[in-house]
């Protein structure tokens, strides 16, 4: 157990929906990453939170958004869904902002939300 | 922007052998992380090994050490006395330092090993 959580586990939606996925970081960890796994993509990094402030954005499309709130849980909303939209959607965190010399940040990864988009 | 590539999507080894599961590298950046996370059947992604690019020591973790190749880009992991429950998908890892873009990871393709009994 990685200390991070998602939900819900599994959802399955229709096309032109929109969901909400839901990550509590670990206890302490001020990042949150988003990445998409998906069969022809493979692992993309999605977007970046620290501290409620969005630091980097990846291949993430306009469709989809992100935040994080002062509780430091994250949300990642997705809409007007599309077929290809379906992936496994992980949620990873980590202490610091960026990697810094020296220091251990290694980023913990959730057990990963699975989309179905029929 | 910087690629991985693990060149080997399949991998079998016999329980109790060793097997070496390779992955390149492009980057423009001197220093840098690299690491092999692991995904078993559950989908989870736990992290096995990491490497810092100025170490020149190759790093270890009980059975799982890698071979650090800086100037080939080069980082295989090689996992000793097999066991059935090292059976997953590998992903081999880059992530960027201080000044980079930023700190996401940049994925390989993935190498699926298969332990046999």
């Known amino acids: 157990d990685s200390g991070v959580t998602q939900t819900p586990k599994h959802l399955i939606t229709a096309t032109g929906q929109r969901v909400t996925l839901r990550c509590s970081p670990r206890s302490g960890d001020l990042s949150v990453y988003w990445y998409q796994q998906s069969l022809d993509q493979g692992l993309q990094f999605l977007i970046q939170?620290?501290?409620?402030?969005?630091?980097a954005k990846g291949n993430i499309l306009e469709r989809f958004s992100a935040q994080q709130f002062p509780d430091l849980h994250s949300e990642l909303n997705l809409s007007s869904l599309e077929l290809g939209d379906s992936a496994l959607y992980f949620c990873a965190s980590s202490v610091l902002a960026r990697v810094v010399a020296g220091a251990a940040d290694t980023q913990y990864f959730g057990p990963g939300t699975r989309l179905t988009v029929l | 922007a910087q690629t991985v590539t693990q060149s080997q999507p399949e991998m079998s080894v016999q329980e109790a052998e060793t097997v070496t599961l390779s992955c390149t590298y492009d980057t423009s950046e001197s220093d840098y992380y690299l690491f092999w996370y692991k995904q078993p059947p559950s989908r989870q992604m736990i992290l096995v090994i990491r490497q810092e690019a100025y170490k020149q020591q190759n790093a270890t973790e009980n059975r799982f050490s890698v071979n650090f190749q800086k100037a080939a880009k080069s980082f295989s992991l090689k996992i000793s006395d097999s066991q059935l429950g090292d059976a997953a998908m590998y992903f081999c890892?880059?992530?960027?330092?201080?000044?980079?873009?930023?700190?996401?990871?940049?994925f390989g393709e993935g190498t699926q090993l298969t332990v046999n009994p």
């Open positions: 890892a880059y992530r960027s330092y201080p000044g980079g873009s930023g700190s996401r990871l940049t």
């Open positions: 939170y620290y501290n409620g402030e969005e630091r």
